[in-house]
């Protein structure tokens, strides 16, 4: 939902109509899509057995036969997935009717509803430049944007690292996500009480805490005779990134985005329970690089969290260039990639007479992701799909937890049928 509400408000900010369409879930969350037009819809969810088979089925089916009616009116140019069964019928709608279709994946791996219509929408946006499950045959319409972060993150990156020497506090913070992480809760206080003592009374924690763990957290920084803040909800999270040296987090899409963005070093703990394993293969590339140490959470001790702190800022010069290293792994400019991409579903040659000049950019032919080169290069034994060149844009516009935008007159989709 946060790379759909920052799409969805750069192509507002465009001049492009948009529109979202998601389920109740979707639109419980706080403080996104305030000023987007918003459609709720079925979704479905394959689990449970046959019976939660036939329920997901109907709920598709409802969602599907709502979104094309919604597009009849709509006139949508492109229809916009980020993954998750809620962007499922809204897709399947519009490849029924024949309009644009492109999928975002913000994980290192291609999740479940974005692998199934993969080799059927137009353009595939990935956030890393290698992704699992992706097939090497979609390369030619795969094209590595990142993912979204907020403009207070931004400049995070454009500012310098905070000074860290002998003489200076170490700032820490611990994050677990939005409802904190139990792990990180029990371990990172008992690490940070194996420190040098010299190192231990720099340490300045921020750490976010579920409700229930909060008590004995703080109990255990006193004893320690650590300086620690804790809370359940980081309400200004930028402001407390800027000023941290160091991070210890989870490894989902949005924290490795935000920390390579800032270039802030980190120790991540990738969730074991995530699909697909997801949260190992987000980490893979930063921890590469030598901006993040990784470490599989059934290797998660206090011994071997101190260890890693004790490396990475042992020397100050090693969490500097950790930090730099971070900030190359860093897309800052994803919103505006995606954007652009999403553009060019809509260009025809009066657009680009017309819209490019007042843009100052030179004319281009039609079509999606004109000037956008995708060359297929061997990376470690893998495929790596690396762009050479932007993508062109102009449009209206939906999202889909799915996003349409106005209606490209294309013919109708050959894969008709499914639901």
């Known amino acids: 939902m946060v790379p759909a509400h920052a799409l969805a408000g750069e192509l507002a900010r465009r001049g492009h109509r948009v529109a979202l369409v998601t389920d109740e879930r979707g639109k419980r969350i706080?403080?996104?899509?305030?000023?987007?037009?918003?459609?709720?819809?079925?979704?479905?969810?394959?689990?449970?057995?046959?019976?939660?088979?036939?329920k997901a089925w109907l709920g598709i089916r409802a969602g599907r036969e709502m979104a094309r009616r919604l597009y009849r009116d709509f006139k949508p140019t492109a229809v916009v997935g980020f993954g998750g069964y809620p962007a499922l019928?809204?897709?399947?709608?519009?490849?029924?009717?024949g309009i644009a279709t492109?999928?975002?994946?913000?994980?290192?791996?291609?999740?479940?509803?974005?692998?199934?219509?993969?080799?059927?929408?137009?353009?595939?946006?990935?956030?890393?430049?290698?992704?699992?499950?992706?097939?090497?045959?979609?390369?030619?319409?795969?094209?590595?944007?990142?993912?979204?972060?907020?403009?207070?993150?931004?400049?995070?990156?454009?500012?310098?690292?905070?000074?860290?020497?002998?003489?200076?506090?170490?700032?820490?913070?611990?994050?677990?996500?939005?409802?904190?992480?139990?792990?990180?809760?029990?371990?990172?206080?008992?690490?940070?009480?194996?420190?040098?003592e010299r190192l231990r009374a720099?340490?300045?924690?921020?750490?976010?805490?579920?409700?229930?763990?909060?008590?004995?957290?703080?109990?255990?920084?006193?004893?320690?005779?650590?300086?620690?803040?804790?809370?359940?909800?980081?309400?200004?999270?930028?402001?407390?990134?800027?000023?941290?040296?160091l991070v210890i987090a989870r490894a989902g899409a949005s924290t490795i985005a935000e920390l390579t963005v800032a270039g802030r070093p980190a120790i991540l703990v990738p969730l074991p329970s995530a699909?697909?394993?997801?949260?190992?293969?987000?980490?893979?590339?930063?921890?590469?690089?030598g901006g993040a140490r990784a470490i599989p959470q059934s290797q998660f001790t206090p011994?071997?969290?101190?260890?890693?702190?004790?490396?990475?800022?042992?020397?100050?010069?090693?969490?500097?260039?950790?930090?730099?290293?971070?900030?190359?792994?860093g897309r800052p400019l994803a919103t505006k990639d995606l954007a652009d991409l999403v553009e060019s579903f809509g260009r025809t040659p009066v657009m680009d007479a017309i819209g490019d000049d007042q843009r100052g950019k030179p004319a281009v032919a039609p079509g999606l992701a004109t000037g956008a080169a995708t060359k297929i290069l061997p990376w470690k034994g893998r495929w790596l799909a690396q762009r050479d060149g932007g993508v062109s844009p102009s449009v209206e516009d939906t999202l889909s937890s799915a996003i349409p935008l106005h209606r490209l007159r294309r013919p109708p989709s050959p894969c008709r049928g499914g639901f």
């Open 275 to 289: 699909m697909d394993d997801h949260q190992t293969a987000n980490a893979h590339e930063m921890a590469i690089e």
């Open 202 to 245: 720099r340490l300045r924690v921020v750490q976010q805490c579920r409700p229930e763990d909060i008590d004995a957290v703080r109990a255990d920084y006193q004893k320690l005779g650590i300086d620690a803040e804790l809370t359940t909800y980081l309400e200004d999270l930028p402001a407390v990134l800027a000023s941290s040296h």
């Open 89 to 97: 019928p809204a897709l399947l709608a519009a490849l029924d009717l």
């Open 30 to 54: 706080p403080g996104l899509f305030g000023d987007i037009e918003t459609h709720v819809m079925p979704a479905g969810r394959v689990a449970g057995g046959p019976l939660g088979w036939l």
């Open 303 to 329: 011994e071997r969290l101190s260890t890693e702190i004790m490396r990475l800022t042992g020397d100050p010069e090693a969490l500097i260039a950790a930090a730099a290293h971070a900030k190359q792994c």
């Open 102 to 196: 492109a999928v975002h994946e913000q994980n290192a791996v291609l999740g479940r509803v974005n692998r199934l219509l993969s080799g059927r929408v137009d353009a595939i946006a990935t956030a890393y430049p290698h992704v699992q499950r992706l097939k090497a045959k979609f390369a030619g319409k795969t094209h590595l944007v990142g993912n979204p972060v907020r403009e207070e993150v931004k400049a995070i990156g454009r500012a310098r690292f905070p000074d860290f020497g002998e003489g200076t506090p170490l700032r820490l913070l611990v994050t677990g996500g939005s409802q904190g992480a139990a792990i990180l809760s029990s371990v990172v206080p008992a690490g940070l009480g194996l420190l040098p």
